[in-house]
């Protein structure tokens, strides 16, 4: 899957044409025969845990890794223990920021996520996650079109110019209720704040519960314009 971003555009269209209609598996297992040399990125949301699930009976020895802010919720470092324990990922990966939080906080000001999340995102989420890929061809996500408007063009296959490798969406189509029916029949591990109205989890102190009516994006960075981290495109 080893291209350039001159190269990459032609063929990868053509690919995620090729693929728009397929299952999440179908598209996981083209992505393995194309290049061993890819990774799954899991946040053990709840698509992520989904794309965990697959990934692991598609093949066990798969890349996975995780990047770990050090303030991530402890129900999610506490998902992470279950899945290791239910899959085993031999080569699952924790990823961390090349600062420490005293380290972060000597440099930039205590609680730098309060004054500006974006220079906080780029440090310990941005910069680890550009460091990592350097080492992949392509890397798999668990976006989803509806998910927000930042997202509606998310194709299944690819050119991530952001971090110059392929970039593979098996559950870009699905809805919501899709990726809760994969995860009940399949008796699939969970993040339990997903039961305390919490659509999407992200760090500890940027993420807030949703309210009914809210956009399931609107408890991450609340009170901030913001609603991306920076790992995927805004348009």
């Given at each position: ?34 290049d061993p040399n890819i990774t799954f990125a899991c946040s053990f949301g709840a698509e992520d845990m989904v794309l965990l699930d697959m990934l692991m009976k ?141 659509p999407s989890i992200g760090c500890l102190h940027c993420t807030r519960p949703v309210n009914p009516g809210e956009d399931p994006r609107s408890g991450r960075w ?14």
């Amino acid at each position: 899957m080893t291209t350039t971003v001159s190269t990459a555009p032609e063929w990868i269209e053509q690919l995620a044409e090729e693929f728009e209609q397929a299952t999440p598996q179908e598209i996981i297992a083209e992505a393995l025969r194309r290049d061993p040399n890819i990774t799954f990125a899991c946040s053990f949301g709840a698509e992520d845990m989904v794309l965990l699930d697959m990934l692991m009976k598609i093949n066990p020895e798969a890349n996975v890794f995780y990047l770990d802010t050090n303030v991530l919720f402890q129900e999610t470092y506490d998902l992470r223990d279950r899945a290791i324990e239910k899959y085993g990922i031999p080569n699952l990966r924790q990823v961390l920021p090349a600062l420490t939080l005293a380290e972060q906080a000597a440099k930039h000001g205590d609680e730098l996520w309060k004054k500006d999340p974006n220079a906080c995102c780029a440090i310990r989420k941005v910069t680890p996650l550009k460091q990592v890929l350097t080492e992949y061809d392509g890397w798999i996500t668990g976006i989803r079109r509806e998910q927000a408007p930042t997202r509606a063009n998310a194709k299944v296959f690819e050119w991530d110019d952001k971090f110059g490798l392929v970039k593979v969406n098996p559950l870009v189509r699905w809805t919501e209720g899709q990726v809760w029916r994969y995860i009940k029949q399949n008796d699939v591990p969970y993040n339990p704040l997903h039961d305390q109205n919490y659509p999407s989890i992200g760090c500890l102190h940027c993420t807030r519960p949703v309210n009914p009516g809210e956009d399931p994006r609107s408890g991450r960075w609340a009170g901030f314009e913001k609603t991306e981290c920076g790992l995927h495109p805004t348009a």
